[in-house]
């Protein structure tokens, strides 16, 4: 159920982040259909120049990789003689112990990047997602607020204004909060692109991407670039200072997200404890794995509007809410 | 010349000016401009009701303003006998409920559809939005509502001290 539903979630959040685009148009008196019809041309033609661009990209940095891996290879069997070397000294170990230790760190290490590719299978699925979500996307936001006006006139007359004032409060605490995010990813994307090229570490648009995407589920972008980034420039330059260079890079990525851009999106967006935060991702991890991790936070912000408005009306209604600025005193004059 | 005409009507929405001319025609939103008035459009919610639909209670916690584009609402408050009294009859292009855009208070009146009608709400968040990003627009219409509301002040003090005169 939760794969058949998969794509109609997704679709319905990227047609949500992109409304407001679709709206600020919309306001300038242009038709929906035609505005929705017309950006999804110009993004066909930009993604046709992107993949183009991309294509070339990654055929020279796989004959790159293919180029260098053996002078790769040289450098990790290198790194191994030399701590092999270091481990001897320092420890009272014959050297065939000290052989084997490494043998098992650096097989361990194969092994699991051996189990890559299966785990690169798994998003296999969320790939095809790509080609669907756009085209079931494509259908909200040709509808937009339609559907939502279709709601409210659906919903008896004398609730109209409880259930807009529902839908305000979810749309406020969500929209921030993805834009939000989306900002963030961006952000990330570019910084770490130009920090890698600036450390002059191969394959930076995919390690880029990479971490701009994880960082759609908080606090993971900064995680995966360092040690995704930080392996690549062992392996390119076969030392632990490169790696560390990296490490520091994502880590100041990370500061600087957290003193610049997060006070900013913070301001208008939805304010969790950090508490609910960690649980909200821990549950929704646990329930429905990535997916759960990428809507943990929205799910979260929707159920925190739901509790404040069922407040606000409870409030109202027993009157505890604070009244009308009381003038009595003082006569009009 | 023509092809760029038929461009053009293809891309403007027809519906969406006669939205804004309605606007523009209403006391409260008058010193809008053009630009103004399409974020305002886009920040609107409809709904249509049937005749003898009633659109809220006296009592309901208010959170929007209503403005009446086509059809008629009748304003009514129950009295002290308990039965409704009519207060007012609104007809297009009259608006209604504005006290919620200032303060989430109980409605001081039931209002109903007395025919087929449509009705453009401003929920009160929506206007808040509004005053923090486009201020012109929500300054200008706080002002219209200060003046309406400082209007019916001056003419309720009026009335009492001709009541108060005419008791002495």
Redesign the interface.
Known sequence: MTSVLTPFILAAAFAYILNPLVTYCEARGLRRAQLVVFGYLTALALGMSAYAGLKSLAVYEAELLQARAPAYLKQVQKFAAAQQIQLTKKLPLPPHVAQQALDTAIGGLFDKLQELPSHLFTLLPLLAHMLLVPFIGFFFLLDGPDGIEGLIQLCPSRFVEQAIHLLSEIDTALGNYLRGVLIVATAITIASFLGLVLLDVDNAIVIALLSGASSLVPYLGAAVGALVGGGMAFYQFGTFSAAMKVVALFVGIRLADEIFLQPVIAKHSVHLHPMAFLLALILGGELFGFMGLLFAIPAACILKALVQVSWSWYSSERGLALGAADGSGVPYT | MSALKSLKR????PN??RK?QFLRSLEIFKDLRD?DL??L??AL?????REG?????EG?????LFILESGGVDLTRHGADGKPAPLYSLKPGDFFGEM?LL???PRTATATATQKTHLH?L?K??LD?LLHGEPRIGVTIMSHLARLLSAR??RM?VDRTLVTSKND
């Open positions: 293809w891309f403007i929405d969406f000016s804004k630009g399409g974020h459009v886009a919610h409809s709904r249509s009701y639909e009633v659109v809220f209670v309901d916690i208010g959170r929007a919620a303060e989430s208070l709400l929920y968040s929506k939005a002040l001056r003090n």
